[in-house]
Every structure is written in structure tokens, then in C-alpha cells.
């Protein structure tokens, strides 16, 4: 078991296997390619998205079900042929579908249901597939009971 030391949720133990990559990184963190989802009890259905590059970055984030059970997935042709690897399947199944949260100090607690994390679980490569229409808002209203 590798290590590592997350400045929120401690050190935590991983496999290699369980290292998700984007190869072009997260709006606004592109620098930020490897991370290892970390899920802890009583936090179900969050899964924190540890930065294996900067220690202090942790998202938030949950799958796209518990926030909008009729969620309708749109990944651009060029996000696919960056997760479908050497010609994995990209069928519904093959995907993990996250929505990353956004906690404000004040504020109501928001969900990104325009630019969600997919991955493909076959080969654990990610992108954050920014959709190209506005069917969705970055920051959709979360309820704290959907968690």
C-alpha cells in the first residue's frame, strides 16, 4: 500500500490501481492529473478526490444520481477518446459519473452539474466533461439530505 498525506483528511493508504488520471487535468487546477478517490465512513455517498500533486487539494464530490436521479450525461466526442484508453468501452455502465460540491463558508451548498467528473472504471482515466450546452448550472442547489 502506497501512502500519502492529505492536508484534510489525514494520511491516507491507497493502491496504484486505485489512481485516477486526467490527462488534461480539472478547470482550473490542469497541473492537477492524479488522484486517488478516498471514501470514509459516515461521509457515504461523498467521495473526496485527493490530489496526488498538492497535498491541500481535496474535492468534494458525489455521484450524479444523488443529486439529480434524471441527469442526462452529454461527453463531448474529443472526452471520450481521451477515457475510452486503447479502444475500452465507453458504454453507460464502464462510467462513474461525479458531481463536484462546492461548501461556502456562507451560502447555500451547490453541485457542478455542467462540468461533472467521468471516468471510465476500466482503465481509471477521468476527464471533467464540461458540457457544450446550458441544460445545466455549475451551481445547482444542493440539499444536505440528498447526501
Known amino acids: ?66 443529486v439529480d436521479k434524471s441527469y442526462e450525461l452529454r461527453v463531448l466526442n474529443e472526452d471520450l477518446l481521451v477515457i475510452s484508453g486503447a479502444g475500452l468501452s465507453t458504454a453507460t455502465e464502464d462510467l462513474a459519473c461525479l458531481a463536484i460540491v462546492c461548501l461556502p463558508e456562507r451560502g447555500e451548498a451547490t453541485a457542478n452539474l455542467l462540468g461533472p467528473v467521468v471516468m471510465n472504471r476500466k482503465n481509471r482515466i477521468a476527464v471533467q466533461a464540461i458540457r457544450d450546452d446550458c441544460k445545466y448550472s455549475a451551481s445547482h442547489p444542493l440539499e444536505v439530505s440528498q447526501c
Do not use: H
Not at 487535468?25 to 467521495?47: D, H, I, W
Open 1 to 66: 500500500m502506497l501512502k500519502w498525506n492529505s492536508r484534510k483528511l489525514g494520511q491516507i493508504e491507497y493502491d496504484s490501481a486505485d489512481v485516477v488520471t486526467f490527462p488534461k487535468g480539472l478547470a482550473g487546477f490542469e497541473m492537477e492529473t492524479s488522484f486517488v478517490p478516498v471514501e470514509k465512513n459516515g461521509y457515504e455517498p461523498v467521495v473526496f478526490l485527493q490530489s496526488l500533486r498538492s497535498p491541500e487539494l481535496c474535492f468534494i464530490t458525489v455521484p450524479m444520481n444523488v
